[in-house]
């Protein structure tokens, strides 16, 4: 390493502060900090991206629930197809720790099952196992954690032997970091020799999937298709041919799953088209008015809002990767808690993070595709109130005796449902699957696979 190329990169960039002291370190310890030192890009820390903002801003393409009934057939013929033939992956980001639900483990690790007592991870890792069985492939399962959560959720799925998945189906891989700064755009300090870092967002699977090698594998093993999910949405789909058959048919490099609005103010980042590219634009960049405007045809513009589910074509991502393309980062000010002046203190500063959805405008052809939010949106983010297990664990009740009924069972509004992926992950698997064993439901009821079949 050239030490006096690093030190004039540093002070070109305003952190020069970053090397005062180093002398006192341990030798393995400052060799490990310069070494971070130079890994950073520090250039794109200075200065925030702007991503396909300018031109007039329209409606995007949406396939409507109305249109998805009338190319039903097709549409589901297509990604069962893609299913079967080994060309559909699931990817979860799963960097979060469950701070806001009071736990310092990874949020996956929740528990979450209304009656089975089942983890979030398990919950999910079980759709990808009910998947694999109904299509007959071992569908790869692409888990990307952080730095903070690695060790553990690995540990995790060790422990409970995968949920079923085989071990070699399960590929980990890891989120970067990213340094904190503070107001004047200075990098601090977690302790001396230690940047104060963060994860760097939902986006950061992109590089991570090309750094890690995973992006390589798929293209090796003729994968097209990656569905990708959030851990914390206990409804999302993975088994969805819908969603795969309109990414093919469409040819389409992203297709955005979008929920319609409940009302124009609701806090969700929106699907619209601003120029000749479909951008996310969160609410927190438009006004009261924007939001209520409408276009040609008197629709709301702002119409379709994002719960961040999409299906990304390995192709487009391996023509980014080859590119070298590199997500932008945004910036939102937050209370940090940073070594200054010899001690720990909390002070105003700057987190920078990237999002998965600004690789949308990069894509040549991109659409949405509208979903029943009461069917595949159960978010679990806050201990209480909103987005919290006992409203997700509600939500998924609800789904459930929609399923039920649509078997003819009553279902009294009293009942508490759970309904193992492995006995049914869909409303269609689930018709197939019931056999009348009840005709109607008060209590708590729930259903697991048959271990005897």
Not at 1 to 9: G, I, K, P
């Given at each position: 390493?050239?030490?006096?190329?690093?030190?004039?990169?540093l002070t070109k960039h305003h952190q020069s502060h970053l090397l005062v002291g180093i002398e006192s370190l341990e030798s393995g310890a400052q060799a490990?900090?310069?070494?971070?030192?130079?890994?950073?890009?520090?250039?794109?820390?200075?200065?925030?991206?702007?991503?396909?903002?300018?031109?007039?801003?329209?409606?995007?393409?949406?396939?409507?629930?109305?249109?998805?009934?009338?190319?039903?057939?097709?549409?589901?013929?297509?990604?069962?197809?893609?299913?079967?033939?080994?060309?559909v992956a699931v990817l979860m980001v799963a960097g979060g720790q469950g701070t806001r639900l009071?736990?310092?483990?990874?949020?996956?690790?929740?528990?979450?099952?209304?009656?089975?007592?089942?983890?979030?991870?398990?919950?999910?890792?079980?759709?990808?196992?009910?998947?694999?069985?109904?299509?007959?492939?071992?569908?790869?399962?692409?888990?990307?954690?952080?730095?903070?959560?690695?060790?553990?959720?690995?540990e995790f799925f060790a422990v409970n032997g995968h949920f079923g998945l085989a071990k070699e189906q399960v590929r980990f891989f890891s989120q970067g970091t990213v340094p904190s700064l503070d107001q004047h755009d200075r990098a601090l300090l977690k302790a001396p020799g230690q940047l104060l870092e963060n994860p760097d967002?939902?986006?950061?699977?992109?590089?991570?999937?090309?750094?890690?090698?995973?992006?390589?594998?798929?293209?090796?093993?003729?994968?097209?298709?990656?569905?990708?999910i959030q851990v914390d949405n206990i409804l999302v789909p993975v088994d969805d041919p819908a969603l795969v058959g309109a990414?093919?048919?469409?040819?389409?490099?992203?297709?955005?799953?979008?929920?319609?609005?409940?009302?124009?103010?609701?806090?969700?980042?929106?699907?619209?088209?601003?120029?000749?590219?479909?951008?996310?634009?969160?609410?927190?960049?438009?006004?009261?008015?924007?939001?209520?405007?409408?276009?040609?045809?008197?629709?709301?513009?702002?119409?379709?809002?994002?719960?961040?589910?999409?299906?990304?074509?390995?192709?487009?991502?391996?023509?980014l990767a080859d590119h070298g393309y590199k997500l932008p980062l945004h910036r939102s000010k937050k209370p940090l808690k940073a070594w200054v002046d010899g001690r720990i203190q909390?002070?105003?500063?700057?987190?920078?993070?990237?999002?998965?959805?600004?690789?949308?405008?990069?894509?040549?052809?991109?659409?949405?595709?509208?979903?029943?939010?009461?069917?595949?949106?159960?978010p679990v983010k806050n201990a209480t109130g909103a987005d919290s297990p006992a409203t997700a664990t509600d939500l998924a009740s609800r789904l459930y005796a929609r399923w039920l009924k649509a078997a003819g069972v009553t279902v009294e509004p009293t009942a508490r449902l759970e309904i193992s992926p492995l006995f049914a992950a869909t409303e269609a698997q689930f018709l197939a699957a019931w056999d009348k064993r009840t005709t109607h439901v008060s209590g708590d009821f729930y259903l697991e696979e048959d271990r005897k079949a």
């Open positions: 390493m050239d030490h006096f190329a690093l030190a004039d990169r490990a900090y310069l070494t971070r030192l130079a890994e950073i890009d520090w250039s794109e820390l200075h200065h925030q991206l702007s991503v396909h903002t300018a031109g007039a801003v329209g409606s995007s393409r949406v396939l409507d629930l109305a249109e998805q009934t009338r190319r039903q057939t097709e549409l589901t013929t297509v990604g069962e197809a893609a299913y079967r033939a080994g060309k009071g736990s310092s483990a990874p949020k996956g690790c929740f528990t979450i099952g209304l009656h089975s007592g089942k983890s979030i991870y398990q919950v999910q890792a079980e759709k990808v196992l009910s998947l694999s069985r109904r299509v007959g492939k071992a569908v790869p399962f692409l888990v990307m954690t952080s730095p903070m959560t690695d060790t553990e959720t690995r967002g939902h986006g950061g699977c992109f590089t991570a999937l090309v750094k890690s090698g995973n992006l390589a594998r798929l293209r090796q093993e003729g994968i097209e298709q990656v569905v990708f990414a093919t048919i469409e040819k389409a490099e992203v297709v955005t799953k979008v929920l319609e609005k409940a009302h124009p103010d609701e806090k969700v980042g929106h699907l619209v088209k601003v120029g000749n590219h479909d951008v996310i634009i969160e609410y927190t960049e438009l006004t009261p008015e924007q939001t209520r405007t409408k276009n040609e045809q008197g629709d709301l513009i702002y119409r379709w809002g994002s719960p961040a589910m999409h299906c990304w074509s390995v192709a487009f991502l391996a023509r909390e002070v105003t500063g700057w987190k920078n993070e990237r999002f998965i959805f600004d690789l949308i405008p990069e894509a040549k052809v991109s659409i949405g595709l509208a979903i029943d939010r009461d069917a595949e949106f159960a």
